[in-house]
């Protein structure tokens, strides 16, 4: 099973940027699709963006298209999300997750294995 590490949460005001960044075993995580989920406080996991492995699918929410941005770093090792724009609404703790399988296109957004412990954004007004 693939090993997720996040990375990158903290606690911002509107308007501000963030960077999350997800560490993966590049061996073990080939052919993978990678993307980031969140739960924000009371209410049940939702899905945010994805990334197919080979970079050439992508898919975002529509509450963050536009001001996030899903990205991977074969330097790094790392699946990143650069958050700009944030906004309360987007406070929550933020998972990666990874599904393999899907080199080229994406799974359903419930379909994903492995997952990371998770780190918390949160935004002040």
């Known amino acids: 099973q693939v090993q997720l590490a996040e990375s990158g949460g903290g606690e911002v005001q509107t308007g501000d940027s963030l960077r999350l960044s997800c560490a993966y075993s590049?061996?073990?995580?080939?052919?993978?699709?990678m993307a980031w989920f969140r739960q924000p406080p009371g209410k049940e996991r939702e899905f945010v963006a994805a990334?197919?492995?080979?970079?050439?699918?992508?898919d975002y929410a529509e509450s963050i298209k536009g001001r996030f941005t899903i990205s991977r770093d074969d330097a790094r090792n790392t699946v990143n999300l650069q958050m700009n724009s944030l906004k309360p609404e987007d406070t929550a703790v933020y998972y990666c997750?990874?599904?393999?399988?899907?080199?080229?296109?994406?799974?359903?957004?419930?379909?994903?294995?492995?997952w990371g412990h998770g780190t918390q954004v949160t935004i002040y007004p």
């Open positions: 997750a990874a599904r393999h399988g899907y080199s080229t296109s994406l799974p359903p957004k419930w379909d994903y294995t492995a």
């Open positions: 590049r061996l073990t995580v080939a052919g993978y699709a």
């Open positions: 990334l197919a492995w080979n970079g050439g699918r992508t």
